[in-house]
């Protein structure tokens, strides 16, 4: 079966852009989460939604937003990019987002700010 | 809060070499325990989980514990091969917030042949 789709794989953008990320999750899965993967910051949760339902956040500034369609397929928007934007973000689907499940992830969009 | 603390890499191995990366934890209640490992240029691809105490996570030769009483997770592999060049990362999923992961900083594993 298809496994998590990200597009685009690569994107450079100017500070003070926006930008939007796609993710489509495995058929069947409701749960779709996002996370900002840097050198000096590892990995970090940027938000979950379930059922078109934002369900967790984690500590980003507004700037990032998210939301998800009716088929589960979810966007991840930032606005007004700064330099410490540029990184791997990565789109990770479950069924249900209950722990245990663990998650599949996609094979990231890879944001530079220029 | 909830954290996961990982051995310091890189770390470089014979081919046939035994291998353990070794994992601790600090969360409150049950959460689940997981090992992801990403190649180069790719996402993470979930290598094996435990759900509760004493539960073994086994895949591709790799194994680990879920061990409570000494908070720990470490990943074992007994014979690696140059294949299992890659980083690997620790994680827990909190029993209060499921949907949410919680990664180590990552261990850098190369190997060689």
């Known amino acids: 079966k298809a496994g998590v789709t990200q597009t685009p794989r690569y994107l450079i953008k100017t500070r003070g852009q926006q930008v939007t990320l796609s993710c489509s999750p495995i058929s069947g899965h409701r749960s779709v989460s996002w996370y900002q993967q840097t050198p000096g910051q590892g990995l970090q949760f940027l938000f979950e939604?379930?059922?078109?339902?934002?369900?967790n956040k984690g500590n980003f500034p507004g700037r990032f937003s998210g939301r998800q369609f009716s088929n589960s397929r979810s966007e991840m928007n930032v606005s007004t990019l700064e330099l410490g934007d540029s990184a791997l973000y990565l789109c990770?689907?479950?069924?249900?987002?209950?722990?245990?499940?663990?998650?599949?992830f996609g094979s990231g969009t890879r944001l530079t700010v220029v | 809060g909830d954290s996961v603390t990982q051995m310091e890499g890189p770390v470089t191995l014979s081919e046939e070499a035994f291998l353990t990366i070794n994992c601790t934890y600090t969360?409150?209640?049950?959460?689940?325990l997981f090992w992801y490992v990403q190649y180069p240029g790719e996402g993470l691809q979930l290598l094996l989980k435990a759900t509760k105490a004493d539960d073994k996570g086994s895949n591709k030769g790799f194994e680990a514990t879920y061990r409570k009483e000494t908070t720990s997770f470490h990943l074992e592999k007994g014979s690696v091969q140059v294949s299992d060049s890659a980083v690997y990362f620790c994680?827990?999923?909190?029993?209060?917030?499921?949907?949410?992961?919680?990664f180590g900083s990552g261990t850098r594993l190369s190997i060689r042949p």
């Open positions: 994680a827990l999923s909190p029993y209060s917030s499921a949907s949410k992961i919680i």
């Open positions: 990770a689907s479950s069924l249900d987002g209950q722990s245990g499940d663990g998650y599949t």
């Open positions: 969360a409150t209640g049950y959460p689940s």
């Open positions: 939604y379930f059922s078109e339902t934002q369900r």
